[in-house]
């Protein structure tokens, strides 16, 4: 981050200060009092479960030059109080995003938006400066704290947008003020804030309400609601995706189980070599060589690059264990995604295919029949083990007989996994991250 006065905190909140006797510059912005406070501006925030104002003097204690508060606090170190400080937080890194003239990528959809964020970052990073969201830091607390690792240094950022109700793309893209736009997907993750897929779309489309003037949008032309983005651009958008009708079209050849061959159409020369399992990964691959083809890449460096991507951690990662092959899906789910994964997973090539599947999310009143959908889906593929955890889940697991088996405790699953596994098998573990699967991974990698 670059340095900010307290002159600029004050306008861009419009706070009252309080105990300041001086100017004071800021080097980094902190909302937890337990790291990063140093020469920080500590923003208290409060939640359902904390209140960041009962920790302004620690921070304070810890390095931190002053602090936002929405009350004054009864110590005398410098405050700047203000109406909201989430709403401050926000003000504080619109206006400090407007300070520099570097490229702005936005990235929203139901799937894929952490894998094209991560992929675009590694294959912009051959040959330019690139700062991201950290993990999923993507919501009004995520975005913002991710727009400070911007720098004078900065040449791309590449930062994805997550929402679930209306009005959170509207504000979180008044915050990021993007140059290009790339809607990944319209799925089912969320459905339960919404009527329809129509509702989602609708929110998803609010992202380009704050597209720069001479923008670039980036649309899944194979999602069915692609002409309803369309109706909402001021420019004509790109279409990419495996439909021939694209502008930038891709074709998938050589699945083998662990990688495929992506062929993009025009570039008979070059095939790339995508190192995932999982074939849905071919969006945010063709997504990711459009943008790094567009900021000058070389598409033959572009091939090298992809091929080295690697998948971060409860998103499709594999680990070899004792003979034991371990697919690591843990991180979220959602219909789109969960059917999918499963139907890749059959391909696998094991001595017995073992689904470990945690319950979806966020569905509301369309929970149990999407469950039901994915127990059909589950029955047909004819795993030989099927383990569910969470509520409706246990759906999935009654639809497949005796090879099916449910568990309320996480802990009872991991433990009940460890010993019935067999060298040879092959393991999938996806579900939403409520079902907190990642511990079912840990415990049979450890």
Known sequence: ??????????????????????????????????????????????????????????????????????????????QIVVRDTIKALGDIARNYRRRFHCSIIGITGSDGKTTTKEMCSHLLSYKLNVCKNQGNFNNEIGLPLSIFSITEKTDVGVFELGMNGYGQLKYLGSILQPDIVIITSVGY???????????????????????????????????????????????????????????????????????????????????????????SIVYPALFSIFIADYFGVPRNSIAKLIQDFILIGGRGIVKEHNGIRIIDESYNANPGSMNMALNYFAMQKAKRKIAVIGAMAELGKWSRFYHKKIAKTVRNLKFDAVFTTGQDASIISEFCGQKGKHFENISDLAQFLCGFVQEGDAILIKGSRINKLEQVFEKLTN
């Open 1 to 78: 981050m670059e340095p900010v006065s307290l002159r600029e905190i004050l306008n861009w909140t419009e706070g009252y200060p309080l105990h300041i006797r001086n100017e004071l510059f800021f080097e980094n912005i902190s909302t937890d009092s337990r790291s990063g406070c140093r020469d920080s501006l500590f923003i208290a925030l409060k939640g359902k479960n904390f209140d960041g104002h009962d920790f302004a003097y620690q921070a304070i204690k810890a390095g931190a030059r002053a602090a936002v508060v929405s009350r004054a606090l009864r110590y005398e170190f410098p």
């Open 189 to 279: 993750a969320h459905i339960g804030f919404f009527e329809s897929r129509a509702g989602i779309a609708k929110a998803k489309s609010e992202i380009l309400e704050n597209i720069s003037v001479d923008g670039l949008v980036l649309l899944n032309g194979d999602t069915d609601f692609f002409r309803y983005f369309e109706g909402r651009t001021i420019f004509p958008p790109v279409k990419a995706g495996m439909n021939r009708v694209n502008d930038f079209c891709g074709m998938m050849t050589d699945y083998d189980g662990e990688s495929f061959v992506l062929q993009v159409e025009g570039w008979e020369k070059i095939k790339f070599r995508i190192m995932s399992w999982n074939g």
